[in-house]
């Protein structure tokens, strides 16, 4: 059942909605799309119970085709979907180093069963001195080996100008925790038609970070998957905190696919496992792990980098995991 807000819906009434939901179990999404503001949920609420709120406007008991596909988004690539019916594993090296490293770790990684391959070659490193990725040529690379191999290409796009480019070499494009507030890039991500990751700010809140996310879909591009990769805090002992609650919340706030980055929210190889199968437990419908077929040789991050065994021993428990929220893995 799908519900349209009235215009003038007060945040407290929203709040009176949403606990006589939760009291009952129900579960729901909110959802904006323009001025409108839809609450999806599985379930019927009774007649009498509309009309308790006033603010209620309209009641659409079977979701037009086009409201359906709005209220759930399914991201569908090469073949693969990404969704909240299933479970989606993105793995790959920080930095695209050379197309012979690159090669090695993703045909490694199909071997696995991984479809979908990552690497930067443009990077945003918190020091000028750090390495900053090998740009375009890293971009050549990506394309031909995806196309090789037939796996999707995931990268980060760092700049505006950078678009064209991303465009005609990237299969979905990130959005790093560094640029999620620029939402001159997000607007002109929302005018494209590839999909898109969108990263949480480092120091940013659930609601900035959903907002962020309707700068992209304010441009016609729904195709928008969440990222959940850790926020400051004061415990130094991770890179990062992992926020896990941010998986359900987000769940709740958006129509989107959410998906955990366990390697910058840990900093540490160690904690990749019980993070990742952490997040699949909490309903996250994916993971973005930095893995490498000899993680020694990374130029970059390569402390949070797992190997190909470790990756092996993550994947094979998260079927039994993933069941519990009925995903397909
Ligand atoms: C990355 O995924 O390569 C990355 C730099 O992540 P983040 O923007 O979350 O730090
Ligand atoms: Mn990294």
Known sequence: ML????????????????????NRGIEFFVWKDGMNRFVGMAGTLPQEDLERFPFIERVIEDYPPEIERLAE?????????????SFTVIAGPCTIDSREELYRTATALKELGIDFLR???Y????????????????LLYMKEICTELDLVSVSEIISIEDLPLMLEYIDILTVGTRNMQNYR??????????????????????KEWVLASEYIARGGNKQIILCERGIRTFENSTRNTLDISAVPIVKK?????????????SGRRELIKPLAWAAAGAGADGLIIECHHRPDR?????????DITQLKEILE????????WSKKF
């Open 123 to 138: 990077k945003l490193r918190s020091s000028p001195h750090s390495y900053q990725g090998i740009g375009k040529e890293g």
């Open 253 to 265: 706030m958006t129509p989107y696919p959410v998906i955990i980055d366990p390697s910058h929210s």
């Open 317 to 324: 428990k998260l079927p039994q995991i993933t069941q519990l």
């Open 185 to 206: 890039l997000l607007s002109a991500l929302g005018e494209t038609s590839k999909p898109v990751i969108l990263k949480r700010g480092m120091a940013c809140s659930i």
């Open 119 to 121: 690497g930067g070659a």
């Open 3 to 22: 519900i349209l807000l009235d215009k003038v819906t007060s945040g407290k009434d929203f709040k009176e909605l949403a606990r006589y939901l939760d």
């Open 298 to 306: 990374a130029k970059c991050d390569a402390q949070q980098k797992i």
């Open 73 to 85: 988004k399914r991201i569908e690539i090469k073949g693969r979907t990404i969704s909240r019916d």
